[in-house]
């Protein structure tokens, strides 16, 4: 009883292992260019984002110290 288990998870495993391997072929990879206008757009904007938070935590932080005083 427990074998019939068994075969039949080896062949579900098999049988996941065939849909990934098919969906990896499915897979569509940037070439060299597409890859580096992407990266440059994420470091541009990373940094300005992360330009945007400093300038509000500089701007909470200040007005926060003018209240206190």
């Known amino acids: 009883m427990g074998e019939l288990t068994n075969t039949s998870d080896k062949s579900s495993k098999k049988s996941w292992f ?17 890859l580096a206008k992407q990266s ?3 470091i541009v904007m990373t940094v300005l984002i992360g330009i945007v938070i400093a300038v509000l935590d500089l701007g909470i932080k200040n007005g926060i110290e003018l209240l206190i005083k």
Do not use: Y
């Open 18 to 34: 065939k849909g990934l391997k098919s969906e990896f072929k499915k897979i569509v990879w940037p070439d060299k260019e597409l």
């Open 40 to 42: 440059v757009a994420v």
